[in-house]
């Protein structure tokens, strides 16, 4: 697309005014976030949010060649959203030791990852010196290996049971090799949902906290939102809006993930079933164009199917993610994809999208 004139090529009035903002590089309103959310004009929509992609990458689509490490499935919480978790005691819970986590990481390495990406369950008796010792047992695999891990509600977790301030968590945790954090746990920061999907976990604003606290100390996080449970457009809206208004603040977060909710086996029944292609085209382009502020979109092909992933490709998503060797959590909760994609299956739906794959990593470090 000639980007020179990207307000002439919409009709839409309404997307229009969001196209002459998006040129003009005017944030827009969370107004405009509700209508992008409903809009049923995906054609106009995919305009826009394409054009804000091409202009920030090119014709790049990243990915990455990763093992995703889940090193518990008990947990104290048992949040209502969660197919993964488990009670300590039940017959399929576990606990991988660490001799367990060195053997797959190695295996893993063996066959060519350049990175670890590591959440698990909060479990009341591991302390932070498991984690510590975790990371660098890892590290002295491979050093160079990119480490992902704990998501904000783990950090807190962590901090509470070990006494020490998130700081200090954080610091401990960087020291032995942490490279970035996840976005998990976000879900959607609306109270009223929040309490229903997973009323225990902590809320919004202290995950937005942490999220300062780790972005001030230098380290670069991910952002997630969950939807397609109980949410409504506004929703989504208010939590994009509280993810830009502290990216603002901070500059902190590298990448913004939509998450589409998997309810088998989940104690939520999603209102509207499993979501539409529209839905999901809905919710990547108006975050591509709202949050113009956090360089990259991923589309997570394991939640959405690949082929709605490749599609997404060309509204506003940059980032491809990655090979996910023995993925556990939303495949507990019933995604129908493999558990892992290989390099040449991902390479191929980029390319196959008009696109130039670019392997990286999760601090989208070029090799
Ligand atoms: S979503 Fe996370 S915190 Fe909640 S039960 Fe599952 S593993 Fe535990």
Redesign the pocket.
């Known amino acids: 697309m000639n980007i020179s004139n990207l307000p002439d090529t919409i009709t839409n009035k309404k997307l229009k005014k969001i196209a002459v903002k998006v040129f003009e590089e005017i944030p827009v309103s969370k107004a405009d976030a509700v209508y992008m959310l409903s809009t049923n004009d995906i054609l106009e929509l995919g305009k826009i949010s394409n054009f804000i992609r091409t202009k920030l990458h090119g014709h790049k689509a990243y990915y990455g060649v990763n093992m995703n490490l889940n090193f518990t499935n008990i947990?104290e919480?048992?949040?209502p959203?969660?197919a993964?978790?488990r009670d300590e005691g039940d017959k399929d819970a576990f606990l991988l030791s660490l001799d367990e986590i060195g053997k797959r990481v190695r295996k893993a390495v063996a066959s060519g990852i350049d990175e670890v990406h590591i959440v698990g369950?909060?479990h009341p008796e591991l302390k932070i010196d498991y984690f510590e010792e975790m990371i660098r047992r890892i590290k002295k695999i491979k050093s160079d290996l990119f480490i992902v891990a704990f998501t904000a509600?783990e950090i807190d977790y962590f901090a509470k049971k070990n006494k020490i301030t998130v700081k200090d968590t954080l610091k401990r945790l960087t020291d032995a090799g942490v490279g970035a954090m996840p976005g998990g746990g976000a879900e959607i920061f609306s109270p009223r949902i929040r309490n229903f999907i997973?009323p225990t976990?902590i809320p919004g604003r202290r995950w937005l906290q942490i999220m300062r606290t780790a972005h001030e100390m230098g380290l670069k996080t991910n952002a997630t939102m969950l939807y397609n449970h109980k949410e409504e457009i506004v929703d989504i809206a208010d939590h994009l809006a509280k993810i830009r208004k502290l990216q603002d603040e901070t500059g902190g977060f590298k990448t913004f993930v939509p998450l589409l909710f998997h309810a088998a086996n989940t104690r939520i029944k999603a209102k509207r079933g499993t979501s539409t292609g529209y839905d999901d085209i809905r919710i990547y382009a108006a975050s591509r164009i709202f949050l113009h502020n956090v360089p990259h979109l991923k589309a997570l092909w394991m939640y959405l199917g690949d082929k709605m992933a490749q599609v997404l490709l060309r509204f506003g998503v940059d980032d491809f993610a990655a090979t996910y060797y023995n993925e556990k959590v939303v495949h507990a909760a019933g995604a129908k994809t493999p558990d892992y994609g290989s390099e040449p299956f991902l390479k191929r739906l980029i390319e196959n999208a008009g696109l130039k794959p670019v392997r990286t990593t999760a601090n989208y470090w070029i090799q």
């Open positions: 947990c919480l048992r949040c959203l969660c993964f978790s369950g909060l509600v997973a976990k």
